[in-house]
């Protein structure tokens, strides 16, 4: 009754990639529904059953969180790409990464100066540190970026912010 297509999740729900929420918990009841253990008789099929709704409960847990699909996708995706590619796949996620930070980072900026604030340099850099590590599960996840890269980023932000690299206390600023 289940597609057990190794670990595509999607698939084992028989859903598109595009599936929303709603998809996704009517996919779930449905297979639960009809391949619950408590359903046979026989402890072969019993036990072969609790395993298929093992993996059914890991794909809906995993596509009903929001950060763990993220996650899961940003595998998934990776996979496909190959190694032919994933240079340049890594240099189009590096790039989509700076985009989003910039974008952020521009938005704030010009808040803060809708507001009559002065923004230098060394201001946008400890705000740009302190949004990426407020996001950091965000970031890692949606881009696959492994923690150690994640965290050389964000401190080349606060060390710029900073200026001492070790990021000592700030001073209480007037707002």
Not at 5 to 30: H, Q, V
Not at 153 to 158: G, M
């Amino acid at each position: 009754k289940v597609k057990t297509d190794g670990e595509n999740y999607y698939g084992l729900l028989g859903l598109d990639a595009s599936a929303g929420e709603a998809e996704i918990k009517t996919a779930f009841k449905r297979l639960a529904r009809e391949n619950h253990p408590d359903k046979f008789v026989d402890e072969v099929a019993k036990a072969r059953q609790e395993e298929v709704m093992k993996n059914i409960n890991q794909a809906y847990s995993t596509l009903s969180d929001d950060m763990s699909r993220a996650e899961y996708d940003s595998r998934r995706n990776s996979e496909e790409a190959g190694d032919p590619n994933k240079e340049e796949e890594m240099v189009k996620v590096f790039q989509q990464f700076f985009d989003e930070v910039q974008k952020v980072a521009n938005d704030w900026a010009q808040s803060q100066a809708e507001k009559g604030r002065k923004v230098n340099r060394k201001i946008l850099n400890l705000y740009i540190s302190d949004y990426l590590l407020n996001n950091k599960e965000y970031f890692q996840a949606k881009y696959n970026l492994p923690p150690e890269v994640f965290q050389a980023f964000s401190e080349n932000f606060k060390s710029s912010g900073t200026g001492d690299g070790a990021g000592g206390k700030r001073r209480n600023r007037r707002r």
